[in-house]
């Protein structure tokens, strides 16, 4: 039954990566090897999903109360940033602004969790771990709320372990301390552009 379930498990961060366009990173986390055969289908699969993206952006064959109800790529995303080191917050919350998107950061996870339910944030970037709660408690309470948004976690603690429970329980991706803002920067693009959003370079 264990080993069965490890097979579950691999496969599911083996899907999370490659629907976040790095199969071959997710395979390699699970100890498997990206056979030919595999990536071609990936790749057919990426061509189809970049045709339906393209759809959708343009409004082709979507109803009208669909296309009222969608975000434009050129609407604001709204990210919220958790970390209870306060350089965190200040070093990247210009970063992101310049960049265009609409960010809260918060030091409190307790504070966060309130807000969360006042507001729906597009993109919540959350340390995994902080004092009082960690990143895949806030993580578990997005996803039971809004499986919609996307739950990027910092961890300087980036092993094998933490990325197969984060990607597991439906975290959009991880990046490891220390980073540069911009390489958060690019992360928080892919959950963009995962949204159907254009990237804000």
Not at 32 to 43: R, V, Y
Not at 97 to 114: I, M, Q, R
Not at 127 to 144: A, P, S
Request: charged fraction near 35%; charge should be negative.
């Amino acid at each position: 039954m264990g080993d069965l379930k490890k097979k579950i498990e691999d496969w599911m961060v083996r899907v999370s990566f490659a629907e976040a366009d790095a199969a071959r990173e997710g395979f390699q986390l699970t100890g498997e090897e990206l056979d030919h055969k595999t990536s071609l289908a990936l790749d057919r699969l990426r061509v189809v999903r970049s045709e339906r993206a393209s759809r959708k952006q343009t409004g082709e064959g979507m109803s009208i109360g669909e296309e009222e109800s969608r975000n434009g790529p050129g609407d604001e995303l709204s990210v919220m940033v958790l970390d209870d080191e306060p350089i965190v917050g200040k070093r990247l919350k210009p970063v992101l602004e310049k960049s265009g998107f609409v960010v809260e950061c918060y030091e409190d996870p307790a504070k966060a969790l309130g807000r969360l339910e006042e507001k729906e944030f597009d993109i919540i970037v959350t340390d995994l771990r902080m004092e009082g709660m960690d990143g895949i408690e806030i993580l578990e309470h997005v996803m039971k709320h809004c499986d919609r948004t996307r739950v990027i976690l910092i961890t300087g603690y980036a092993t094998v372990e933490v990325a197969r429970e984060a990607l597991v329980k439906g975290a959009f991706d991880f990046i490891s301390k220390p980073f540069k803002p911009q390489d958060l920067r690019a992360v928080v693009n892919k959950a963009a552009l995962s949204l159907g959003h254009k990237a804000i370079l």
